[in-house]
C-alpha cells in the first residue's frame, strides 16, 4: 500500500494496459488521509491567454460503514466544504471498498465492474442506475464512489412495509425492467439482480429506484458456464443451478430474476423456499403458487399473466426485456418513470406524478421491439427542435430542457420587471397548496418561467441540481437572487408538451466563471445551484386562465418566454394548480387499490 499522504495519480496499482479508456477516464487523483479522502481535479478553461488547467480539490471526510458483504463493504462519506464547495446544502456520498484479493481468489476480476459502471454512468442512462462520481484504488482494495441513497435498498425498504400494491409493484419492476433492457442492449448481462441491489429514491405512493452493484456483471454470457460465483441463492435462474440444462445462459437469466423479485414484492416471500420447491416447479410436478394469503385479495389475471411468463422454466422461452416492458399488466395501469434529484438527501416536500404508458401483451421480441417499447429514451429525444405544439409525452414524465434562448431584440425586462416584486393582495392561503409551497415567502419571492428544448440538459438538470441557460436568462435570475435575498422559484416547462413539469428553489447566484461539464451543447456558460421542491406535471389546459401577471391579462404564464418574470399572485394560482394535481392524482391511486 502507498504511504499516507502521497498522491496515487501516476501509480497504476492495476496494470494501466488492462483497463479501458472509459475507466480510466473516471479514475480520481486521490490522497489518503487520516480519517479523511482528498481528489484533486483538474478542468480546462479557455481564456484570452489561451487554456489554462484549474485545480480543485475535494475532502471528503469518512463516515462509519453502511454496507457489508463477503467481498465488500459501503461506507458513507461527507464532502468537507471549503471555498470550491460552499453551497449550502450537504454532499453526501456512499463509497464501495473491494477487496483486490477476494476476487483474485474467486477468479473473477472486479474491472469487470469498473467497466459496466463507465458503460453506465453515462448522462443517457442516469434514470435508471445509480450514478458513479469515479473511482480510485490502493494496493490492496479498490474504492467506487457513487451518489449516496438515505433510504437504502429495496429489502430493507421492504421489509418494514406490507405487501405492496400491483400498482406500486408495477412502478418498480418497470423501472428495473427499463434499466436491464439498456444493460442487455449494450452487451451486459446483470447477473445478481436481488431487492439489495435495487436502491430506492423515493417511496410509496410514487416509487423511483436505481440499479446497482455490477461486481458480477459479464459483457457477454460465453463463458458463464464455468462461473461458479453467479448470482444469489434465491434469484438465480433453474438454468444457472443445472435444473434445466441448456448450453449456454442468456440474457433471460434476469427476466427470472425480476419475476422473483415481483413475486416478493406483492406476496412478502420467497416464492420457492427449498431447493425442491424449485425442482418440483421445473419439472412440471407443481404449478406457481401465486396466492396472496389476505384474505379477500388475489392477484389479476393480468399480474398473473407476467409473472408465469417471467418465470418460464426453458429460458428460450422467457421474454425479452423489451416484451416485458410491453406486457399489458406494466402498460396499462403503471406510471412510468421520471428523474430525480441527485447530489443531495431526498427531502419529505419533494411532490411527484407521472404518466401512463400504452397497453400491450407480452409478444415474440425483435429488433425494432427493442427501441420503440422502452418509450422515450434519452438518446432518441430531440434535442434542438421544438415539438409540435399538439404533441403528447408517452412514457417518463421526463422533462426534455430547459435552453430556449429569445431574440436579442427582446429588451431584458420585458417593460414590467419592476412591477412584480411586490405583492399588495390578499393573504394567500397555503392550506390550499401542498406542504411543499407552504413555507416559501410567497408575498416576497420572485417568480420565473423556463421553457426547455434538449432532452440530455434536462435530464441532468434534475439529476445533478444545477441550471443554466442563455446569458440574458442567466442576468434576469441572478439580479432576481441578488435583490430577494435568494428568494427566486423558477417554474419550469416543456416546449411542446403542453405541461409545466416542476419548481425549483434558486439556491445560488449565478456562477459566471464555471460551466458544468455535463451539458449537451457549449454555448451555455455559468451555473446555479438548484432545490426541487416539486416534481409532478401540469397540463396547461388547467392553467390557460392564468396572466403573466394583473397587468398583462391577455400574456398568458404558458405562452411566455423563456425567463419571463410572473407575479406572486400568479405564481399562486400555478402552485395551486399543482398541489390540485396532485392530490387528485394521490386519489386515483387511493381508488384503484
Not at 435530464?459 to 435583490?483: C, H, M, P
Request: proline fraction near 6%; include cysteine; aromatic fraction near 10%.
Amino acid at each position: 500500500m502507498s504511504p499516507m499522504g502521497i498522491f496515487m495519480r501516476d501509480e497504476l496499482v492495476i496494470a494501466e494496459r488492462s483497463i479501458p479508456e472509459p475507466v480510466l477516464k473516471l479514475k480520481l487523483e486521490t490522497e489518503f488521509l487520516k480519517g479523511c479522502i482528498k481528489h484533486r481535479r483538474r478542468k480546462t478553461a479557455t481564456s484570452i491567454i489561451g487554456p489554462n488547467a484549474i485545480e480543485r480539490e475535494e475532502i471528503w471526510d469518512i463516515g462509519p460503514n453502511i454496507g457489508a458483504g463477503a467481498s465488500s463493504s459501503v461506507r458513507f462519506e461527507e464532502l468537507r466544504q471549503n471555498q470550491h464547495h460552499d453551497h449550502g446544502t450537504p454532499q453526501y456520498r456512499a463509497v464501495k471498498v473491494i477487496k483486490k484479493a477476494y476476487g483474485k481468489d474467486k477468479g473473477w476480476d472486479y474491472t469487470r465492474e469498473l467497466t459496466a459502471i463507465a458503460r453506465f454512468s453515462e448522462r443517457r442512462y442516469a434514470r435508471y442506475f445509480v450514478h458513479t462520481h469515479g473511482w480510485f484504488e490502493n494496493a490492496d482494495e479498490i474504492f467506487i464512489a457513487m451518489e449516496f441513497f438515505p433510504l437504502g435498498d429495496l429489502g430493507k425498504v421492504t421489509r418494514s412495509e406490507p405487501p405492496l400494491s400491483e400498482l406500486e409493484t408495477g412502478q418498480i419492476i418497470k423501472q428495473v425492467t427499463e434499466g436491464i433492457g439498456f444493460m442487455h442492449e449494450n452487451g451486459f448481462v446483470h447477473r445478481d439482480l436481488k431487492p439489495n441491489n435495487i436502491l430506492v429514491w423515493t417511496r410509496s405512493p410514487r416509487w423511483i429506484v436505481r440499479l446497482a452493484d455490477f461486481g458480477i456483471s459479464k459483457q457477454g454470457v460465453e463463458d458463464d458456464s464455468r462461473m461458479t460465483e453467479i448470482g444469489t441463492p434465491g434469484y438465480v435462474a433453474p438454468e444457472v443451478l443445472r435444473i434445466f440444462h441448456v448450453n449456454e445462459f442468456s440474457v433471460t437469466i434476469d427476466i427470472w430474476a425480476i419475476g422473483i423479485i415481483t413475486v416478493e414484492l406483492l406476496l412478502h416471500r420467497r416464492l420457492f423456499r427449498y431447493m425442491g420447491d424449485l425442482f418440483n416447479y421445473v419439472r412440471g410436478d407443481t404449478p406457481l403458487d401465486l396466492q396472496t394469503g389476505i384474505p379477500g385479495r388475489t392477484l389479476s389475471a393480468a399480474c398473473r399473466d407476467f409473472i408465469e411468463g417471467l418465470l418460464t422454466p426453458d429460458p428460450a422461452g422467457r421474454p425479452r426485456s423489451a416484451a416485458v416492458l410491453s406486457h399489458q399488466w406494466l402498460t396499462g395501469s403503471t406510471p412510468s418513470t421520471i428523474s430525480c434529484p441527485r447530489n443531495g438527501t431526498p427531502r419529505a416536500n419533494i411532490d411527484i406524478t407521472m404518466v401512463s404508458s400504452p397497453s400491450g401483451a407480452f409478444s415474440v421480441p425483435s429488433v425494432v421491439e427493442k427501441s420503440a417499447t422502452v418509450q422515450m429514451r434519452l438518446e432518441d429525444r430531440a434535442s434542438t427542435e421544438l415539438m409540435d405544439q399538439d404533441a403528447t409525452i408517452i412514457g417518463p414524465a421526463t422533462p426534455m430542457s430547459m435552453t430556449t434562448q429569445l431574440p436579442s431584440s427582446l429588451p431584458t425586462d420585458l417593460g414590467m420587471q419592476s412591477s412584480l416584486t411586490a405583492y399588495n393582495g390578499s393573504a394567500f392561503d397555503r392550506n390550499l397548496l401542498l406542504p411543499a409551497f407552504r413555507n416559501i415567502n410567497l408575498e416576497k419571492a420572485r417568480y420565473y418561467i423556463l421553457r426547455s428544448t434538449s432532452a440530455p440538459d434536462s435530464e441532468s438538470g434534475i439529476a445533478f441540481n444545477t441550471w443554466t441557460s442563455g446569458s440574458r436568462q442567466n442576468k434576469i435570475v441572478d439580479k432576481g437572487y441578488l435583490t430577494t435575498g435568494g428568494n427566486v422559484l423558477l417554474i419550469f416547462s416543456l416546449v411542446g408538451s403542453q405541461k409545466f413539469y416542476g419548481v425549483a428553489r434558486m439556491l445560488s447566484r449565478v456562477d459566471w466563471d464555471n460551466t458544468d461539464e455535463h451539458w449537451e451543447d457549449d454555448i451555455w456558460k455559468g451555473r446555479y445551484d438548484l432545490d426541487w421542491i416539486c416534481l409532478n406535471e401540469l397540463p396547461f389546459a388547467r392553467v390557460k386562465h392564468v396572466p403573466v401577471s394583473s397587468k398583462t391579462p391577455n400574456w398568458r404564464a404558458i405562452g411566455c418566454y423563456d425567463g419571463t418574470e410572473i407575479s406572486p399572485q400568479s405564481a399562486y394560482e400555478l402552485f395551486k394548480a399543482f398541489s390540485t394535481e396532485a392530490w387528485e392524482q394521490q386519489a386515483r391511486l387511493s381508488n384503484s387499490d
